[in-house]
């Protein structure tokens, strides 16, 4: 019974170890068969192995060979997937070159899992070399240095005549902007003033006459004469035609077709009234004064117009010469812009060559 025991254990273990051998596995590849010398080539080493295994890479020093003439450069981080069953694969990448021309055997990568070593496959990679003229060994240079490019005036001539242009376009607009400060702009204030109408203005001087003529009552001449003027001057703004040169008898033919036929007869009595104490000396009564002082308001009242506007809008009027330096102005401006733009666009343009040239 003992025996059986132990035969039991040992086909177990047995068995398990089978199973753990056949699910571990070390698959290797190479990215390239064949670089040049001093290239690098990828080795990829996939190990496939239960969930939860215990893997040891193998350790490999920068330069240090993983076989005579092949040098490991470096060596990625382990990246893990999952696979079927419950497994995992685990992958590593190195970086090898080589500067011996020759075919070299790559030995199956060594891995342990769970402590028991495992061995990937083989590969093989062929390092080659540039053709050599062996025929002319005297044609063999060394390295050249750093060297400096050579100044050349045809790649610099640009630059350096936009860069003359640019200072003298600059010279040009600073004398262009003193002239424009010297020369004082021409300011042109357009006034708003209170407009007194024709009927305002004659009724304002028909009662300072009256304030006179109570004052010296005697001077009738005088007082006739305002009177007369005044109303002249009203029916030359309110009618539209010369009344100040015109006779008594234009003034009242010329009235008889814009009015009523009463109201041109008081005008006719006034005027009349007026040349008979101007020329004939006629003296007047003091009722007769008043009456045509009457007859002259009336006649304001009754021709008036009234909504007129009772502000005059007064715009100066510029002199030739005046003129002439607001367009200058605005020449010298208009050039000072265009010379601007230029500029900067000639600072741009010199800073990108200058910079290209440089690089």
Not at 185 to 201: A, C, D, G, S
Request: aromatic share 8%; with cysteine; net charge positive.
């Amino acid at each position: 019974m003992k025996h059986i025991r132990i035969i039991i254990c040992i086909a177990c273990a047995v068995f398990g170890y089978s199973k753990t051998a056949a699910q571990v596995s070390v698959e290797a590849k190479i990215d390239s068969i064949g670089i040049m010398i001093g290239q690098q080539a990828h080795l990829t080493v996939g190990v496939t192995a239960p969930k939860g295994a215990a893997i040891q890479w193998p350790h490999y020093k920068r330069s240090q060979y993983i076989t005579p003439g092949v040098e490991v450069l470096e060596a990625s981080d382990a990246d893990t997937s999952n696979v079927d069953n419950g497994q995992v694969k685990v992958t590593k990448t190195f970086t090898l070159t080589s500067f011996d021309e020759k075919l070299y055997a790559i030995p199956g990568m060594k891995v342990k899992v769970n402590g028991k070593p495992y061995t990937g496959n083989q590969l093989a990679l062929k390092v080659v070399t540039m053709d050599v003229d062996t025929l002319h060994p005297n044609q063999f240079f060394p390295p050249k240095d750093v060297q400096n490019n050579p100044f050349q005036w045809s790649e610099w001539s640009p630059i350096f005549w936009l860069s003359i242009l640019m200072l003298l376009l600059g010279v040009l607009s600073y004398y262009l902007f003193i002239r424009l400060r010297e020369n004082k702009p021409i300011i042109t204030k357009i006034r708003i003033v209170k407009k007194m109408l024709p009927h305002q203005k004659a009724l304002s001087a028909i009662d300072k006459i009256k304030a006179e003529h109570l004052q010296r009552s005697e001077d009738q001449k005088t007082y006739y004469t305002q009177l007369t003027e005044t109303i002249r001057q009203y029916i030359n703004e309110r009618f539209g035609f010369n009344a100040m040169e015109m006779t008594s008898s234009e003034i009242i033919d010329r009235l008889q077709h814009n009015g009523d036929q009463k109201m041109v007869d008081e005008l006719r009595e006034l005027f009349q009234t007026a040349d008979l104490v101007k020329f004939a000396k006629y003296s007047t009564l003091i009722n007769e004064n008043d009456l045509n002082l009457v007859n002259a308001i009336n006649f304001i009242d009754q021709t008036k117009l009234e909504g007129q506007p009772t502000e005059e809008r007064i715009v100066p009027k510029l002199t030739e010469e005046d003129k002439r330096s607001k367009q200058a102005r605005l020449m010298i401006k208009g050039a000072i812009y265009v010379i601007l733009v230029a500029v900067v666009a000639l600072v741009v343009y010199v800073v990108f060559r200058t910079y290209q040239l440089l690089m």
